[in-house]
């Protein structure tokens, strides 16, 4: 059963239990906010503590309070925030690596794009997409910079099968895929909105697992994370009309009762099921979050809730092997 904390004094994210089971597997999803002080290596005992967290340095931040209150601040990872300044975000990097004892200069991200494709990366592509000045003195710091090192890539999956490269992506509504294969050891990570849903980019990660690390999809824990609901995603023509051509044999993933003329509920959770099921990921290897971030955007940031005044607020997905 996929859980996420409800103490913010503990650690800001949702895991999928299956995965959380797996040794040397590191993988976590940012929830909206997190505690306004570092968590002190302490609370995890002698032996569970993050590697990096004691580089986190307590009131060195400039971070705005959460309108939720109770010392929590909004942990937006996204540079693009439009109400959110680029230092208080830089924070929110410099707290997750810590808490999680990842390496900045290991993290890989993407240009993304929406569509379906997915880029094997390793140690080399290490810092690409992210701006490492977030690690540096504020006194370098520059709004404007950019990261030192573009990203790998317009894609919006990952892989990799080697150890302590972290694959992040960001998110704000559409679908984390997360995947892993105990056997040969690899993981991948993928971001599925609806376009990359009804492109099927569940199984473009799937089949390039298969062909970069001779995965067998039978092997694949899967978890399909956070994003949008059947509840709450309302979808019109152009989205209806995709959906049925991508998935002809399940129309329930359309549900018009009680939606306006030319309207649906889409459950892209289904949908990349769905996709993952049809290139052989057993139903039971795959976990599904079942949270939907429209309707549990206090929890999560969500681009339909959030609306114009927190647009580009975003939360991310990391995985990685830790040896």
């Known amino acids: 059963m996929a859980a996420f904390n409800t ?7 949702f895991r999928f239990a299956h995965l959380s089971a797996q040794p040397g597997l590191l993988h976590a999803i940012t929830l909206r906010q997190r505690p306004g002080q570092p968590i002190h290596q302490s609370a995890y005992g002698s ?6 967290l004691l580089a986190y340095v307590a ?4 971070l705005p309070a959460s309108p939720g209150g109770g010392g929590v601040v909004d942990f937006n ?4 925030a439009v109400d959110y300044p680029p230092q208080a975000t830089a924070a929110n990097w410099r707290y997750l690596t810590a808490v999680l004892g990842i390496e900045p200069e290991r993290i890989v991200a993407a240009r993304q794009v929406h ?19 977030a690690w540096r003195p504020a006194a370098e710091w520059r709004d404007d910079a950019g990261p030192a090192k573009p990203p790998v890539a317009e894609a919006d999956g990952l892989c990799t099968d080697e150890a302590r490269v972290w694959l992040m992506n960001v998110y704000a509504d559409c679908t984390p895929l997360l995947f892993y294969d105990p056997r040969l050891r690899a993981v991948a990570v993928a971001h599925a909105g609806w376009r990359g849903t009804v492109a099927g980019i569940g199984a473009t990660v799937v089949e390039m697992m298969a062909h970069e690390f001779n995965t067998n999809p039978a092997d694949l824990l899967c978890g399909v994370g956070p994003a949008a609901g059947p509840c709450c995603y309302q979808v019109s023509e152009e989205v209806i009309a995709a959906a049925q051509s991508a998935f002809p044999n399940h129309p329930e993933l359309l549900n018009f009762s009680g939606q306006p003329s030319g309207h649906a509920i889409f459950d892209l959770w289904a949908a990349n099921r769905c996709t993952l099921e049809d290139v052989g990921v057993l139903p039971t290897n795959i976990e599904t979050a079942g949270i939907c971030t429209i309707h549990r955007h206090d929890r999560f ?12 607020r975003r939360f991310v997905a990391v995985i990685g092997l830790t040896i």
């Not at 009131?59 to 400039?62: E, F, I």
């Not at 990872?77 to 693009?80: I, P, Q």
């Open 47 to 52: 032996t569970d503590a993050p590697v990096g």
């Open 115 to 133: 569509g379906n494709q997915v880029v094997r990366v390793g140690s080399a592509d290490g810092g690409a997409g992210i701006r490492l000045q």
């Open 7 to 13: 103490s913010q004094s503990i650690a800001p994210f």
């Open 77 to 80: 990872l996204g540079y693009r």
């Open 59 to 62: 009131g060195a931040d400039p």
């Open 301 to 312: 940031f969500s681009a339909r809730s959030d609306g114009a005044a927190q647009a580009g």
